[in-house]
């Protein structure tokens, strides 16, 4: 991924936390993971994602015990090509067009239990942590 390439072929991630109903409380994430023992069950919506179209595989955040809060969300690779991925169409901005952002939909998507990351809970941990050196970047295109 570090050099955009895997098989000769272009290799993209995106960064998938935002939410129709959270908004930019992380917290209150409504996509979840439910464990099935070898795989989770992922369900859920992610907008304004970007590359969200244009990614091959994806870090997408859930929650696996709401109870929990966000002690509950992890993280997980998903791959866009697997059953039940549904990118939508790209958003029309007004500004950073360069970059495709799109609403990304998961239904009833299997993922491997390896393919979460980190122990059970590090995913909210793992995002704010990501997001810290993103808002950097995010403040300089303002």
Request: overall charge positive.
């Amino acid at each position: 991924m570090a050099r955009g390439k895997k098989d000769g072929t272009l290799y993209i991630g995106a960064f998938m936390l935002s939410e129709p109903e959270a908004g930019s409380d992380a917290t209150s994430q409504r996509t979840t993971a439910e464990d099935k023992g070898d795989y989770y069950l992922l369900n859920g919506t992610k907008n304004w994602i970007t590359n969200g179209g244009t990614a091959s595989v994806y870090l997408v955040m859930a929650q696996t015990d709401i109870a929990k809060g966000a002690k509950g969300i992890n993280t997980f690779i998903v791959e866009k090509n697997w059953p039940g991925v549904t990118v939508a169409a790209k958003e029309n901005k007004l500004g950073i067009r360069a970059s495709d952002t799109h609403t990304v939909m998961f239904s009833d998507v299997k993922v491997p239990k390896e393919n979460r990351i980190g122990a059970d809970g590090f995913g909210f941990s793992f995002a704010m942590k990501t997001l810290a050196g993103g808002r950097i970047g995010i403040a300089a295109q303002a």
